[in-house]
């Protein structure tokens, strides 16, 4: 502790240097000394309220419900700086949080008021020129293709170039090329982590090697990465865009889905999913896009993307050949005060058809009861159900690569995860529209576990809150995750300091 606070009092001239007034100040909260003492690393990474820097990294996420209030942002810029803090934030029992991309919509997940947000935007590393590219989690999966794109290249990351690397990756990681390669995590073959000692380590196949396994879709709770080394696959351009329909053709399309599931199977490049929308309230109407990936230039439609072709009643087709980069739709470019927040669930289970039809019906139908029991005061919103398919071929391809903790094999294939997601302006709706997205999903399961279709996974990355992703993994690798987990975090560092998240 007394290294702690003589950090603190170096921090404390650096900020009189600085020309910030702290007379009349006689004690410190124990997030403040960690802040201070933060400073002594480097001031420039150590922003607080009132900075432009802390309003930025404060109100950089996908939710607007998301938005904090910490003691202080630290924004590290080499491993070593995050080594540093973990252990000034275990020696003073400092709360932190940390964020990459921010993409998870669950206040309190990757951001809290009063604890010090750990943000990863300056570990941006992107070194494409050996067989495995470095990656740091503070960029971007567009920022990471554009750099793969030049050594004509491709990782498997993120479906929207917005999202960030750190996050997808520990919760396991559905990308394009699923199909061929399994998740983004099974592609992953050494992890520079921080782990709860304050030491920067690597996890691999012959370096702790049950590190390696659990951070293979074992989310924070065992480090935090500050780089992931990601087998590159040969890509040079690829086919792909969006295809969106008329509301009307909504049961066309429900009827192809299965069909182009079926397709994955003998074609591993094809990749797709499809968004239902209801934007009605927001004056946008209702809609459906399906989502198009093929994994090579295509000078046609590609064979099994055709059955999608042929429904009547597309308004608009950006299908075309480009560089990876260019393919990848980006959902957001930053997040302003005071725009949506989100609340999502998500439920998987077996292909079929069937249940498919009847997912989308209590979708509608939810949301117009959602509609009806606001009345008057319904605010501004977006309903949204997306479909997002698992090939077995890409269950199979995990298991390749030597499993990672995520519990699925190609018996369980091929499987689908429907995403409800309910996304709104006014706060104060934030409740009624999470308790309406759980009531519309646990019907959803309920339907799916009466037509025997029901599988107990739940996605990390598509998870609510009251959602338990870990144990969905089985009861084997649960136990093992959390063995592991208190190998490497006795103290509990990342299960007890580090605030919000799923708990394992």
């Not at 917005?162 to 390669?181: A, D, N, P, R, Y």
């Not at 605010?379 to 990672?404: D, I, K």
């Not at 709706?429 to 599988?455: F, N, P, Y």
Request: charged share 15%; glycine share 10%; hydrophobic share 40%.
């Amino acid at each position: 502790m007394r290294t702690i606070l003589a950090h603190g009092l170096v921090a404390s001239r650096s900020i009189l240097t600085n020309g910030l007034d702290l007379a009349g100040v006689t004690e410190f909260s124990q997030a403040q000394v960690c802040c201070l003492a933060l400073k002594g690393i480097s001031a420039k990474s150590v922003s607080f309220s009132g900075s432009s820097t802390y309003t930025n990294e404060t109100h950089n996420y996908f939710s607007a419900a998301n938005i904090v209030q910490p003691a202080c942002v630290f924004s590290p810029e080499i491993a070593e700086h995050v080594a540093y803090a973990i252990r000034i934030f275990n020696g003073a029992n400092c709360s932190f949080s940390v964020r990459s991309g921010g993409h998870l919509p669950i206040p309190g997940s990757n951001g809290q008021n009063g604890a010090i947000l750990l943000a990863t935007t300056k570990l941006k590393t992107v070194d494409v020129r050996g067989k495995t590219a470095r990656i740091g989690p503070g960029n971007t999966w567009t920022e990471v293709y554009r750099e793969t794109d030049k050594v004509g290249k491709v990782v498997l990351g993120g479906r929207i170039g917005t999202v960030g690397v750190g996050g997808l990756v520990l919760g396991g990681g559905i990308s394009f090329q699923g199909s061929e390669h399994g998740f983004a995590c099974d592609t992953v073959v050494n992890y520079q982590v921080v782990t709860a000692d304050g030491q920067v380590q690597n996890a691999n196949a012959s370096s702790n090697p049950d590190l390696f396994w659990a951070l293979k879709g074992g989310g924070n709770r065992f480090g935090i990465v500050t780089a992931f080394d990601m087998i590159m696959y040969p890509l040079s351009k690829a086919t792909g865009g969006t295809i969106t329909y008329q509301y009307s053709s909504l049961p066309l399309v429900l009827e192809q889905i299965d069909v182009v599931h079926r397709h994955l199977e003998s074609d591993p490049k094809a990749s797709f999913f499809v968004n239902v929308m209801d934007a009605a309230d927001v004056g946008v109407g209702k809609f459906v896009e399906v989502v198009l990936y093929y994994g090579k230039p295509s000078t046609g439609v590609p064979i099994a993307f055709q059955p999608f072709f042929d429904i009547p009643g597309i308004v608009a087709n950006t299908v075309s050949t480009k560089p990876y980069s260019e393919l990848v739709p980006n959902g957001r470019e930053g997040l302003s005060p005071g725009t949506l927040s989100h609340t999502w669930r998500s439920l998987t289970y077996k292909r079929s058809s069937v249940v498919n039809k009847k997912v989308a019906e209590i979708f509608q139908e939810e949301a117009e009861k959602f509609r009806l029991s606001q009345g008057s005061s319904l605010q501004p919103g977006v309903f949204t159900l997306a479909y997002e398919p698992y090939a077995t071929s890409m269950l199979s391809a995990s298991q390749r690569t030597g499993g990672n903790a995520l519990g699925l094999d190609r018996q369980n294939g091929p499987l689908m995860l429907a995403l409800l997601t309910y996304s709104w302006i006014n706060q104060t709706e934030s409740a009624t529209r999470t308790a309406a997205v759980k009531a519309s999903v646990e019907r959803m399961k309920r339907l799916a576990q009466g037509e025997e279709k029901h599988i107990n996974f739940i996605y990390l990355n598509a998870a609510a809150p009251d959602q338990d992703p870990f144990r969905s993994y089985g009861q084997v690798n649960y136990q093992r995750l959390r063995e592991i987990r208190r190998k490497y975090d006795p103290k509990g560092v990342f299960s007890v300091l580090q605030a919000g998240g799923f708990h394992l």
